[in-house]
């Protein structure tokens, strides 16, 4: 019997208008800079980048430097990042916001289970669902900000504790196939990877990573635990 929801703190933030600005940004810098490369270029590099897991973590600042690696000369990636911090940080201040359906969601599933959020390196997203009181809805909150390479796997030993072993229980939610929904699947918890995200150009590359299920939205999700 499901007792238990986690969800990466991620899945319920939209992050379209976020991602849309500092693509133009970045696009803007990389030709001032010499690149000549239009939109049509960036998101097949973009993508690329996604898809093949060259990503470690999940922040926006390790994704320019590897769009720069690959369209600019060595080196450049630490110059265009120091240009392009500012537009990181306003566009974390103000373009990112809860998706319209999360904290209806949250709600609904509140009164019957048991909800985690988790997260790794994801402060900003912290914040979000305090100044949103999203967090009134959980029960527990698992961040890891540490420097530690396998941070995922950290969060998982923590989940396990907090269940007692009772994986079974349990249901996951999160967009990255090659992080969480490996990891949660390999330890018998129920795995949804909800869509809406850049990651979700990812496909499984193993057992491991295909989820039980696939979602486009929270409202789905909803409807999915509610059969």
Request: aromatic share 10%.
């Amino acid at each position: 019997m499901l007792k238990f929801i986690f969800l990466v703190g991620r899945t319920l933030i939209d992050e379209q208008n976020f991602y849309s600005f500092i693509d133009s940004r970045l696009l803007y810098l990389l030709n001032q800079f010499g690149a000549k490369i239009d939109n049509r270029n960036y998101d097949a590099v973009k993508n690329d980048i996604i898809k093949n897991r060259k990503l470690s973590r999940n922040g926006v600042e390790e994704l320019v430097i590897q769009i720069c690696k690959v369209l600019m000369p060595k080196g450049y990636e630490k110059i265009i990042l120091k240009y392009i911090l500012p537009s990181i940080d306003f566009a974390e201040k103000h373009l990112l916001y809860p998706s319209d359906d999360a904290i209806a969601t949250l709600e609904f599933l509140s009164k019957n289970y048991r909800i985690g959020v988790i997260g790794s390196h994801e402060k900003k997203i912290s914040k979000i669902l305090k100044i949103y009181e999203m967090d009134k809805y959980f029960d527990c909150c698992i961040l890891s900000y540490e420097e530690n390479r396998e941070p995922d796997k950290e969060i998982f030993s923590l989940i396990l504790n907090t269940l007692r072993g009772r994986s079974g229980e349990s249901l996951f939610i999160g967009d990255r196939l090659d992080t969480h929904i490996h990891i949660a699947n390999t330890l018998g918890i129920i795995t949804i990877r909800l869509t809406k995200s850049i990651f979700k150009v990812q496909e499984a590359t193993n057992q491991n990573e295909i989820p039980n299920f696939t979602l486009n939205n929270l409202k789905e999700l909803a409807k999915q635990v509610s059969k």
